[in-house]
């Protein structure tokens, strides 16, 4: 394995020559800012941590660093929930923070050319104003960074219908470890030349190169939508009712599950009195439709609202102003703070066929009773993505820091047998890599390793993230 060098104050001097003086932190406090994200209570401190705001900044530094044997992370908004953006190993943590700026807004051929650093939601609102549509929405896309949204193939909920960061990403401009800069693709919307190298970079960590500039394709936006919150007197019927509304035939264009404790810990977080949950009631999905015609989106949720009543429901709660609409939805993006603030916590990001979710469901919760630990359990349903959080409470040092893998390592099993996966919009980073061989035989993680030796072959760039090699 490769042995890196420290970094010296030689190198920050290059470092400072390279983005500016102001923009390369080498003490402590500074660096503490970086050093931990959303993943549980990880905490790695870098050694130097420099802002370059130009693609011609992050090439030399990445140069500097591979001549060097410098170990870089590259970091986006720090949201990510796997460590992906965390400095394991010290060394240079780039942030992208001052790559801020969306470039080209093109109306004529709908697509958006923007800088990794700008903020998701900012970017959906200047694209809404010119009446276009980029529909990835993270829960934290008010914080997160686009650049991070490449790195993970973000989804969120209206992936259900519109699909995730993969479906809009055009072209990638990327600084490769030995700092030679890339296009990965074209501006175009087919592309059948040589391998996609863009979907290779989506998705990847930030493990392959940095990405300094994103073609994203857009759609046009939709006029409406409607939304409904129904109440479930059980959480397995919640589950089995996603499947149910698909086969009835219709595709809403968000449809989240919440069991009780996640929507009572929220509503309690939030201070909301948007919701009265019923005592009976064990599980919420959150169902919205959009498009074009009021009418037609009507018949829709009446469509739907039928085949959730043939399930045991409470009184189902229909949105009735953009008002109400806009409080539900920020329970359901705020779910994730309300667990972090309840308790030490570790979220499975699980992903099964849409059918299999009550057979997931039960089965986390029976695992959950085998191995001492509670879980709420809410996330993406009509993807059968569940985010699985495991509460730590009274557990012991032993059981969460020990057997509590074992427990998890059951819950990926079991997700495997059902024809999922470990991470449906997480990733691996730090904190699922032991468990990938449940996912991937020697062969596959091999040609991995391979990808990864080709485009890094000083392994300097996120060392340590998805697998060790």
């Not at 993943?39 to 870098?46: A, K, Q």
């Not at 686009?146 to 960061?165: C, L, R, T, W």
């Not at 997931?360 to 191995?371: D, S």
């Amino acid at each position: 394995m490769t042995t890196f060098n420290k970094v010296t104050a030689a190198h920050i001097a290059a470092l400072r020559e390279i983005a500016g003086a102001q923009y390369v932190l080498a003490d402590e406090e500074s660096m503490g800012r970086y050093a931990q994200d959303e993943t549980e209570d990880l905490h790695y401190l870098p050694e130097v941590v420099v802002k370059p705001d130009t693609t011609e900044q992050v090439s030399r530094i990445m140069r500097l660093c591979n001549e060097e044997l410098l170990p870089v992370t590259p970091r986006g908004g720090g949201t990510g929930l796997s460590g992906g953006a965390l400095a394991q190993y010290g060394g240079v943590l780039i942030s992208m923070e001052r790559f801020n700026r969306i470039t080209l807004i093109d109306e004529r051929n709908l697509q958006v050319i923007t800088e990794p650093g700008v903020i998701t939601e900012e970017l959906q609102n200047a694209v809404k104003e010119k009446g276009l549509f980029y529909p990835p929405d993270p829960s934290s896309r008010g914080t997160c960074f686009i650049g991070g949204n490449i790195a993970e193939n973000s989804g969120g909920p209206k992936a259900v219908k519109y699909g995730v960061v993969k479906d809009y990403v055009l072209n990638l401009e990327m600084v490769l470890p030995n700092g030679e800069v890339i296009w990965t693709g074209a501006n175009v919307l087919k592309n059948a030349t040589g391998y996609n190298l863009t979907q290779l970079v989506v998705g990847s960590e930030g493990t392959l190169g940095i990405v300094t500039q994103i073609v994203l394709r857009l759609i046009p936006l939709p006029k409406t939508d409607l939304l409904m919150l129904v109440p479930f007197r059980s959480a397995e019927s919640a589950c089995a009712a996603v499947s149910a509304i698909f086969r009835a035939g219709y595709t809403p264009s968000a449809m989240e599950f919440m069991e009780r404790d996640a929507l009572e810990w929220v509503t309690q977080y939030a201070q909301s009195g948007a919701v009265k949950i019923e005592d009976d009631i064990q599980a919420h999905l959150l169902i919205e439709v959009d498009g074009n015609h009021p009418e037609v989106l009507m018949q829709e949720m009446e469509g739907i609202a039928g085949v959730v009543e043939t399930f045991d429901i409470g009184e189902i709660l229909f949105a009735e102003d953009a008002q109400q609409k806009e409080e539900l939805w920020r329970l359901r993006r705020r779910v994730a703070e309300a667990v972090k603030a309840n308790s030490v916590y570790k979220e499975e990001d699980t992903v099964v066929p849409r059918a299999e979710l009550p057979v997931l469901l039960k089965g986390v919760k029976e695992i959950g009773q085998r191995y001492g630990f509670h879980s709420v359990c809410y996330g993406h349903a009509g993807d059968g993505n569940l985010h699985v959080n495991i509460i730590r409470g009274t557990l012991t040092e032993e059981q969460w820091n020990g057997t509590l893998s074992e427990g998890i390592r059951e819950i990926f099993q079991l997700v495997k047998k059902l024809g999922g996966t470990i991470s449906g919009e997480h990733g691996i980073g730090l904190v699922q890599k032991s468990y990938m061989d449940i996912i991937f035989d020697q062969t596959s993680m091999q040609l991995m390793k391979q990808i990864k030796q080709i485009f890094d072959p000083k392994n300097i760039l996120n060392r340590g993230k998805i697998f060790d090699c």
